[in-house]
């Protein structure tokens, strides 16, 4: 169950949000009228998905996306809003959506299908020398050839070794616009791309870069542009 807030100084709103989301069973919903207490309390029930009005008093939605972003937290946010002109200033890797108090009845279901798909986390099943592994996507870092062994790489540097032969049969499986080739022995994940610089590339939990192929630099250029592109629209 994904635990939920609803922020919003309009507490008919947040009754009316009350009412919508008590239908769906794989929500835990927590309502406040006062940003500053939702974000004590953020840090206590790391929410999956905030449902967050853009025009507050002391410290209105964007603070609090910032506030967010400062505490380290990656937060999926559905902003709540009235004037559309503040769509513009609102993108962000976290905003998956905007629902308009005007129309929320007939909207607002489908913001919320949206969030649930993006909640479900993507796994893949691998052969491993000890039977089948089921890995979370989001988990995964890179799949590299060392010493003639195929080695999956996951979350703080976890190791699990592969039972397959090449970096194709890999492919075949990966999402192809998450995962990337760089170079003969290395697949990487490009949401873990931290930074690259020339032909080095910097992932999340690494401390030494990863070499890029100059042969696939433009391919891999194309293909992280296409990525941060489906990002923002997300």
């Known amino acids: 169950m994904h635990k939920i807030a609803v922020i919003d100084d309009d507490s008919l709103f947040l009754d009316k949000m009350r009412n919508i989301l008590e239908k769906y069973d794989n929500f835990e919903p927590y309502f406040y009228n006062n940003p500053i207490d939702f974000l004590t309390n953020h840090s206590i029930y790391q929410f999956s998905l905030i449902f967050l009005d853009i025009e507050m008093p002391n410290l209105n939605g964007l603070e609090v996306i910032n506030k967010l972003q400062e505490m380290g937290h990656e937060t999926l946010v ?10 513009i200033n609102c993108f962000n890797k ?12 007939d909207t607002i279901h489908i913001h919320i299908k949206k969030a649930i798909t993006l909640l479900t986390p993507k796994t893949y099943s691998f052969q491993t020398e000890f039977g089948s592994k089921t890995v979370a996507e989001a988990d995964i870092t890179s799949i590299t050839i060392e010493l003639r062994r195929m080695i999956l790489i996951i979350n703080n540097n976890y190791q699990i070794v592969l039972q397959y032969k090449t970096l194709i049969e890999v492919q075949e499986i990966l999402n192809s616009n998450l995962f990337f080739q760089i170079n003969r022995s290395t697949i990487v994940n490009l949401s873990r791309i931290t930074k690259y610089t020339n032909n080095d590339i910097y992932l999340s939990n690494f401390s030494t870069p990863l070499q890029l192929s100059k042969y696939r630099k433009k391919e891999f250029i194309d293909a992280y542009f296409e990525y941060s592109l489906r990002r923002k629209k997300l």
């Open 94 to 105: 976290n905003v998956i959506s905007f629902v308009s108090k005007t129309n929320l009845n």
């Open 78 to 87: 559905i902003f709540i809003t009235n004037d559309d002109q503040y769509m």
